[in-house]
């Protein structure tokens, strides 16, 4: 198996399934309505919504990275954790759709990405490559937990 296999292995455990330590986001978000992603359970903590939204943002930013986008964003800004603007059914499924064909495009780009590049700096000033794709994978495993916590909260 070749590192980059071995990346969208680990990628795939923490978005799909398999995930060593428990639910991946898709799992955790099995069953949640518009009404419970909206929620605020837990005071002062972002909405499952808001979670989501901020997952893909992480994903394209990866994915924009790998393909030669430098992708500012400011940390803490809406970009970074956009709101949603509409609370129905419709616009939470919209929402999720979002996200998983934003997590198969940086599927994508890491498959097409030489294992050349995952010692090299993804810009200069900024991590390598390796580390890039890891953080990806740590940033959706953390906000899993966030999710999972957030949805014990809703019973």
């Not at 986001?25 to 309505?33: A, D, M």
């Not at 499952?48 to 893909?56: F, K, N, S, T």
């Not at 994508?108 to 900024?126: H, K, N, Q, V, Y």
Request: hydrophobic share 40%; charged share 25%.
């Amino acid at each position: 198996m070749t590192e980059i296999e071995r990346i969208l292995d680990q990628l795939k455990r923490a978005f799909e399934a398999n995930a060593w330590h428990g639910p991946s986001v898709s799992e955790v978000l099995n069953g949640i309505t518009a009404e419970q992603a909206h929620a605020r359970p837990l005071r002062n903590a972002h909405s499952i919504w808001e979670l989501v939204r901020h997952i893909a943002v992480w994903e394209d930013v990866g994915r924009r990275r790998l393909s030669g986008d430098r992708a500012p964003i400011e940390i803490s800004s809406p970009e970074d954790w956009p709101p949603p603007e509409d609370t129905s059914e419709a616009a939470w499924e919209k929402a999720r759709e979002t996200l998983n064909r934003g997590h198969q495009a940086l599927v994508e780009a890491i498959g097409r990405t030489p294992e050349s590049r995952l010692d090299e700096p993804i810009f200069e000033g900024m991590s390598t490559v390796y580390v890039t794709l890891h953080g990806v994978i740590q940033h959706d495993l953390y906000h899993a937990g966030q999710i999972a916590i957030l949805k014990r909260a809703l019973k």
